[in-house]
Protein backbone atom coordinates (compact mmCIF):
# COMPACT_ATOMS: atom_id res chain seq x y z
CA UNK A 1 0.00 0.00 0.00
CA UNK A 2 1.06 3.41 -1.25
CA UNK A 3 2.17 6.15 2.21
CA UNK A 4 1.00 9.74 1.99
CA UNK A 5 1.66 12.08 4.67
CA UNK A 6 -0.02 15.12 4.71
CA UNK A 7 1.08 18.11 7.32
CA UNK A 8 -1.06 21.27 6.85
CA UNK A 9 -2.54 23.10 9.37
CA UNK A 10 -5.97 23.90 7.56
CA UNK A 11 -8.11 21.27 9.27
CA UNK A 12 -10.48 21.69 6.45
CA UNK A 13 -8.07 20.93 3.66
CA UNK A 14 -7.16 17.67 5.52
CA UNK A 15 -10.50 16.54 5.70
CA UNK A 16 -11.36 17.34 1.98
CA UNK A 17 -8.15 15.93 0.71
CA UNK A 18 -8.46 12.74 2.86
CA UNK A 19 -11.50 12.06 1.85
CA UNK A 20 -10.59 12.77 -1.91
CA UNK A 21 -7.92 10.20 -2.06
CA UNK A 22 -9.74 7.73 -0.26
CA UNK A 23 -12.15 7.93 -2.46
CA UNK A 24 -10.59 7.89 -6.26
CA UNK A 25 -7.17 5.88 -4.73
CA UNK A 26 -7.84 2.87 -2.34
CA UNK A 27 -4.52 1.88 -2.83
CA UNK A 28 -3.05 4.68 -0.69
CA UNK A 29 -3.08 4.93 2.86
CA UNK A 30 -2.96 8.59 3.78
CA UNK A 31 -2.13 9.67 7.18
CA UNK A 32 -2.77 13.67 8.31
CA UNK A 33 -1.42 15.75 11.02
CA UNK A 34 -2.74 19.32 11.50
CA UNK A 35 0.20 19.58 13.73
CA UNK A 36 3.85 20.49 12.05
CA UNK A 37 5.81 19.77 15.16
CA UNK A 38 3.52 16.90 15.91
CA UNK A 39 4.03 15.68 11.98
CA UNK A 40 7.99 15.24 12.59
CA UNK A 41 7.76 11.80 14.34
CA UNK A 42 5.40 10.86 11.29
CA UNK A 43 8.38 11.71 8.77
CA UNK A 44 10.57 8.95 7.62
CA UNK A 45 12.13 6.86 4.83
CA UNK A 46 9.28 4.74 3.89
CA UNK A 47 6.94 7.31 2.77
CA UNK A 48 6.06 6.84 -0.80
CA UNK A 49 4.57 10.90 -0.88
CA UNK A 50 5.11 13.73 1.76
CA UNK A 51 2.63 16.82 1.17
CA UNK A 52 3.38 19.80 3.27
CA UNK A 53 2.01 22.70 3.11
CA UNK A 54 3.91 25.96 2.97
CA UNK A 55 3.17 28.40 5.65
CA UNK A 56 2.16 26.77 8.97
CA UNK A 57 2.62 28.13 12.95
CA UNK A 58 6.38 26.66 14.42
CA UNK A 59 7.43 24.71 11.51
CA UNK A 60 7.18 25.83 7.99
CA UNK A 61 7.24 23.57 5.03
CA UNK A 62 10.78 24.23 3.67
CA UNK A 63 12.06 24.10 7.36
CA UNK A 64 9.86 20.64 7.42
CA UNK A 65 11.10 19.92 3.43
CA UNK A 66 14.70 20.19 5.21
CA UNK A 67 14.19 17.87 8.00
CA UNK A 68 12.40 15.26 5.55
CA UNK A 69 15.68 15.10 3.45
CA UNK A 70 17.81 14.74 6.14
CA UNK A 71 15.59 11.69 7.71
CA UNK A 72 16.30 10.34 4.14
CA UNK A 73 13.12 10.75 2.52
CA UNK A 74 13.80 11.58 -1.49
CA UNK A 75 13.05 14.96 -2.71
CA UNK A 76 11.37 13.44 -5.38
CA UNK A 77 8.74 12.41 -2.98
CA UNK A 78 7.98 15.85 -1.51
CA UNK A 79 5.35 18.24 -2.55
CA UNK A 80 4.85 21.42 -1.14
CA UNK A 81 1.22 23.17 -0.79
CA UNK A 82 0.36 26.62 -0.41
CA UNK A 83 -2.21 29.45 -1.38
CA UNK A 84 0.25 31.34 -3.22
CA UNK A 85 0.84 31.87 -6.42
CA UNK A 86 3.13 29.67 -8.85
CA UNK A 87 6.12 32.69 -9.40
CA UNK A 88 5.83 33.03 -5.90
CA UNK A 89 6.25 29.36 -4.82
CA UNK A 90 8.83 28.61 -8.10
CA UNK A 91 11.56 31.35 -6.57
CA UNK A 92 11.65 29.90 -3.18
CA UNK A 93 11.53 26.03 -4.64
CA UNK A 94 13.46 26.28 -7.11
CA UNK A 95 13.82 23.47 -9.97
CA UNK A 96 15.33 20.01 -8.09
CA UNK A 97 14.20 21.38 -4.54
CA UNK A 98 11.28 18.59 -4.33
CA UNK A 99 9.15 17.08 -6.67
CA UNK A 100 6.32 19.98 -7.05
CA UNK A 101 5.20 23.35 -5.73
CA UNK A 102 1.10 23.52 -6.24
CA UNK A 103 -1.22 26.07 -5.38
CA UNK A 104 -4.03 24.08 -3.19
CA UNK A 105 -6.96 26.43 -4.42
CA UNK A 106 -6.06 25.98 -7.67
CA UNK A 107 -8.13 23.17 -9.70
CA UNK A 108 -5.96 23.25 -12.05
CA UNK A 109 -2.79 21.95 -9.47
CA UNK A 110 -5.36 19.02 -8.43
CA UNK A 111 -4.80 17.23 -12.03
CA UNK A 112 -0.86 17.09 -10.95
CA UNK A 113 -2.04 15.60 -7.61
CA UNK A 114 -4.00 12.87 -9.58
CA UNK A 115 -1.06 11.77 -11.67
CA UNK A 116 1.10 11.39 -8.29
CA UNK A 117 -1.19 9.34 -6.56
CA UNK A 118 -1.99 7.44 -9.56
CA UNK A 119 1.34 6.89 -9.98
CA UNK A 120 2.17 5.87 -6.53
CA UNK A 121 -0.97 3.79 -6.15
CA UNK A 122 0.18 1.76 -10.01
CA UNK A 123 3.58 1.16 -8.21
CA UNK A 124 2.08 -0.17 -4.96
CA UNK A 125 0.22 -2.62 -7.34
CA UNK A 126 -3.06 -1.84 -6.19
CA UNK A 127 -4.74 -1.24 -9.71
Known amino acids: MGKVLIIDDDLAFLKFIENYVHERFPGLMVSL ?3 PVRGLVEIN ?3 DLLLL ?3 MPGLDGKKLLAYA ?3 GVSKNR ?3 LSGRDADYLHKRFPMGSCLAVLNKHEAKQKAVLDMVFKAI ?4 GVI
Open 121 to 124: QQKS
Open 45 to 47: SEL
Open 69 to 71: TEK
Open 33 to 35: CVD
Open 78 to 80: III
Open 53 to 55: DLE
